[in-house]
């Protein structure tokens, strides 16, 4: 099985290339301080709508912790409260020197094709949808499940579209302003690494058939695919529906030898 852990790998890859052009193509054209404005806005929304459900996550599961809840899952959970929360901060100070301003959570834009991205991932997994995006309620019973676990694995695989955004803002050059923006997010790159192969490892221990396997590329394919209309519309739609769709064809045809 570990052909398919590798083929799912290979496939979450070819995604994540396809996130890097459609980002790449925005900052191609050179950009005022200004018209960082609207990407950055729900940039920082993705970040900080993360915080307040892990907070609530930890304190429901904490009680459990070593009888219910693994230390180790714990612990893993403290860690992406710590870095979102310090993503939020990092993106926010972009933010306030744009405006000039104080920038608060209202400030912050939830575009719809992200709404949409939030509605896939809890079809799957609704209490893990909740963390990453802070939309419904956070339940322990929830929390807990352990029927789901091939679907969060599937869904961590795809989770920052493999730190394409981070990758693209970080190698940033030119104006000022968008240097500042490399600066903030070499950090979250870095932070991201640390993580980036949690999906495929717990996917290693789930994949044990063919029907998992299936199950898995659905999964990655679905939300993957409205991943890059969510960027594709967080930058002002620099690629038409044509180049999407190409591009989520290109993707597809990473699994073409053994689908």
Known sequence: M??????????????????????AAFFRKPHKRNDHLRWLRAQAYKEYSAIKPIFTALAKLYPEVDRGVDRHDFEELTEK???ETKHARLVMDLLEQINRKKTTFADLLWLPQDKKLAKIRARYSPSYAALLHGAGAIKT????????????????????????????CSELKG?????????????????????????????????????????????????????????????????????????????????????
């Open 2 to 23: 570990k052909r398919y852990v590798k083929e799912l790998g290979k496939f979450a890859v070819a995604y994540r290339a396809a996130e890097v052009e459609v980002i």
């Open 81 to 83: 409260l710590a870095d």
């Open 141 to 168: 019973k929830e929390i807990r499940r352990k029927d789901e676990a091939l679907e969060r694995a599937a869904i961590t695989l795809t989770e920052g579209g493999g730190g394409a955004l981070y990758q693209v």
């Open 175 to 259: 104006n000022g302003f968008e240097e500042k923006i490399a600066g903030a997010f070499k950090e979250i790159l870095a932070d991201e690494m640390k993580h980036k192969d949690a999906g495929g490892r717990s996917l290693d221990a789930l994949i044990k058939t063919r029907t998992a396997y299936l199950r898995a590329v659905k999964i990655i394919d679905e939300v993957s695919s409205q991943r890059l209309r969510m960027r594709n519309e967080q930058f002002g739609f620099p690629l038409s529906e044509a180049r999407m769709a190409a591009l989520g064809q290109r993707a597809r045809s990473a699994l073409a030898r053994i689908t």
